[in-house]
């Protein structure tokens, strides 16, 4: 059985669709435009379209676009990274049309009334505030700004307040006609409905639109320089994130290293920092590691909090793990236990068809090549090797930087 279906619209607009048993249907625009094709005098500006999306299309007021899907008991929604803005959308099945109209009239017929978007930036601004009160939050982006520092990664999705409040609407409709072309957007489909009408409804509001192709390439960051730096915000605990670079999405190594993460410091209590740091020695309620690929780099973060004594025993049993990692193959056993957990996560994450849905239109952008189905990542989980992961350790986890809130 195939696992999804593909098309291409005469415009460039690709799509991808899963075809499952439920009376729920699910829906995204991915475009491939985030935070980091901002240029120097735009900072903010890609987070602040995804809020102005629901501001008002030449069709539809604002309160008419949040009400739309909102009153059949669907929802809308977007959300913005470095390197996309998502619109995405739950209905009933019988509803799924409804939900691609509206997410093709935000996309593309958006109008940023001024009045609108004054208002919003009152929110954004808020929102920025609330973030800035969470150190918890706010170290990642402070830890990501200094380790691609200069590069298009090297400043945070938010933006600033000072700036959020001189933008236009002239300067939301110029970033999106540069950004948001045809030839750089994915429409995901899931739900009880045939690969021929998820096309056929795809190609009725999206294969409108005029096509458009990209005229810039995203530039690589420069080298890598481990930096050690600590920084006083007078919080309660000492907030520390240890990490570095890491492997870009279309990279080789790129799942053994993820595998090597979730044994690290993955979401289960039996992670090798959760067992020696918060249930062996008491010194953590939060420690966690994560895996973050980007098109060209990727970013590889320890994240912990404790009493500002417990800070440096801490970073001393962190470091005693990646020496680990790095110097020691896993055992047979341990390996084995490693990649079941891992592709138990994998399967029981694909069992929500909305991050299913989310997660094949953001592979569908980024590959050059077919799509893994379930079944292919789990066959190349199992065929990893303790030397590899070894291999993976030793290049990723030395030389890491060091970022200390106190």
Not at 255 to 278: D, F, K
Not at 357 to 366: A, N
């Amino acid at each position: 059985m195939i696992e999804f279906h593909t098309y291409t619209l005469p415009n460039g607009i690709r799509g991808i669709h899963r075809q499952v048993k439920s009376s729920v249907a699910h829906c995204a625009l991915v475009i491939n435009a985030g935070s980091r094709d901002e240029q120097a005098d735009q900072y903010g500006l890609a987070h602040f379209v995804e809020h102005a999306f629901f501001k008002g299309t030449e069709h539809r007021r604002a309160w008419q676009v949040n009400c739309r899907l909102e009153n059949l008991g669907g929802e809308l929604n977007a959300f913005t990274t470095k390197e996309d803005t998502t619109l995405h959308a739950t209905t009933l099945r019988g509803d799924f049309a409804k939900a691609a109209e509206l997410i093709a009239d935000i996309a593309f017929h958006s109008t940023f009334p001024a009045r609108e978007l004054d208002r919003e930036k009152e929110v954004i601004c808020d929102e920025i505030n609330t973030y800035k009160d969470s150190p918890a939050d706010l170290i990642y982006d402070t830890f990501e700004d200094l380790l691609f520092e200069g590069s298009e990664l090297g400043h945070n999705i938010l933006g600033r307040k000072a700036s959020l409040m001189h933008y236009k609407s002239d300067d939301l409709q110029r970033f999106t006609a540069r950004t948001h072309t045809t030839d750089q957007m994915v429409f995901s489909t899931i739900g009880n409905f045939s690969v021929k009408t998820a096309e056929a409804i795809a190609n009725r509001y999206f294969g409108r639109q005029p096509a458009t192709r990209r005229a810039f390439e995203r530039i690589a960051p420069g080298p890598y320089r481990a930096f050690e730096k600590s920084l006083t915000k007078h919080t309660h605990q000492t907030h520390c994130i240890i990490g570095g670079r890491a492997y870009g999405i279309g990279e080789r190594n790129r799942l053994p290293l993820a595998l090597v993460v979730n044994l690290l410091g993955g979401p289960s209590a039996n992670s090798l920092l959760n067992v020696s740091i918060r249930e062996k020695h008491g010194l953590s309620y939060n420690i966690e590691a994560t895996y973050t690929p980007y098109g060209d780099t990727g970013i590889v973060a320890i994240y912990f909090s404790s009493d500002h004594a417990n800070a440096d025993r801490c970073i001393e049993l962190i470091e005693r793990e990646l020496k680990q990692l790095r110097t020691t193959p896993l055992t047979s056993r341990r390996l084995s236990m490693a990649k079941k957990q891992f592709i138990a996560q994998l399967a029981i994450s694909s069992e929500s068809n909305e991050s299913y849905m989310l997660g094949t239109g953001k592979s569908l952008l980024t590959s050059d090549g077919p799509i893994d189905t379930m079944e292919e990542v789990c066959a190349k989980i199992e065929a990893l090797t303790a030397r590899q992961l070894t291999e993976v350790s030793e290049e990723i986890f030395t030389d890491l930087s060091r970022l200390l809130y106190r």
